[in-house]
Nanobody, 122 residues
């Protein structure tokens, strides 16, 4: 099993950037597929981005394509979400998640971090 801790959230103006980090411990990081999800006020948790174990393939929600980049550094046991051109609609709690199988469905991810707040002001 693996434990996940997100960091890097904060307040940023529209058009700005943030980089979120997800530090993993307690498992073999390179064996996990990683995903980022978010949950805005009054909304369901939604998929944001996904990356395979080696980092060779990525997948994004349409709402963030071209603006967000998911990456991972297996030597540092860390996944990242680089968020550029942020919009007020991106305001949410952002969660990282891990699973041993490929999926982008939140209900299928076995391991979750506690989340980090991202607030984008207009």
């Amino acid at each position: 099993q693996v434990q996940l801790v997100e960091s890097g959230g904060g307040l940023v103006q529209a058009g700005g950037s943030l980089r979120l980090s997800c530090a993993a411990s307690g498992g073999t990081f390179s064996t996990y597929y990683m995903g980022w999800f978010r949950q805005g006020p009054g909304k369901e948790r939604e998929f944001v981005a996904h990356i395979t174990r080696s980092g060779a393939s990525t997948y994004y929600a349409d709402s963030v394509k071209g603006r967000f980049t998911i990456s991972r550094d297996n030597a540092k046991n860390t996944a990242y979400l680089q968020m550029n051109s942020l919009k007020p609609e991106d305001t949410a709690v952002y969660y990282c998640a891990a699973d041993l199988s490929w999926t982008i469905l939140p209900d299928k991810f076995d391991y979750w971090g506690q989340g980090t707040q991202v607030t984008v002001s207009s």
